[in-house]
């Protein structure tokens, strides 16, 4: 059997080569620094500096966010969560324009910068008082909440580290009213597809009594910053 000659193969192969994408898809981008960031030993003090530097100003030195709903309290959500978040800004698997920036390697540091920063906001304790709803409308929520949240948020929204479901206790209404209309419009491209078609079909209503309702779900004490 005759070898191939060089010029011929590499006109065979050629349609394949052109076939292939030009640059990895975001996920593998994402998979591969979340990974890393999850194996590392993060750095507790290099986290609060580096917190402070970037964070700080918009989720408060404190972590809890606003009461507006602006920005979320990062303050102990679980150090998984928000090393893939940070992966997802970055990977451009989820929309924030505001982050961005702020995220990429150049400003923020590589995979050891997201472990330390995650490990130190997870460290955080959280405040007592989140901005609430109107609180109509609770046990109907109630009920909605068990239906459809609670298998992987949790019987009271303190979420699974493990498979990386976010602690959604104690979170500012605004906040969550806004990523639930985004989760069931489409908007929010990282939202668990799962997520999306089970709040596909709620109107306004029922996703304003459900936020008002996990607003409310306090932490346990440990987890609480003392008056």
């Known amino acids: 059997m005759k070898y191939l000659r060089p010029l011929y193969l590499f006109h065979l192969l050629l349609p394949l080569l052109l076939s292939l994408p030009a640059t990895l898809p ?6 591969s620094e979340l990974a890393r960031a999850l194996a590392l030993e993060p750095d507790l003090e290099n986290g609060r500096q580096q917190y402070l530097r970037l964070c700080a100003e918009c989720h408060g030195e404190d972590g809890w966010g606003s009461t507006g709903g602006e920005y979320p309290q990062l303050a102990g959500q679980h150090r998984g ?3 893939k978040q940070l992966a997802d800004i970055r990977a451009g698997n989820r929309d924030n324009p505001k982050m961005f920036p702020i995220v990429e390697p150049g400003h923020m540091g590589g995979a050891q910068a997201i472990a330390d920063i995650a490990a130190y906001t997870s460290s955080l304790l959280m405040d ?7 609180g109509d409308r609770l046990e109907e929520a109630a009920l909605l909440y068990r239906q459809m949240c609670a298998r992987c948020h949790g019987a009271n929204g303190e979420g699974d580290a493990q498979r990386l479901y976010p602690l959604i206790q104690g979170q500012h209404y605004e906040y969550l009213l806004r990523q639930l209309l985004w989760i069931r419009d489409g908007q929010r491209r990282n939202a668990n597809p799962d ?5 596909r079909n709620l109107r306004q209503p029922q996703l304003e009594m459900l936020a008002d309702y996990i607003s409310r779900q306090m932490p346990p004490a440990e987890k609480i910053k003392e008056d």
């Open 195 to 199: 997520m999306a078609a089970l709040i």
């Open 81 to 83: 969560v928000i090393i």
């Open 128 to 134: 007592s008082f989140p901005a609430a709803g109107e």
């Open 26 to 31: 975001a996920d593998s981008e994402l998979d």
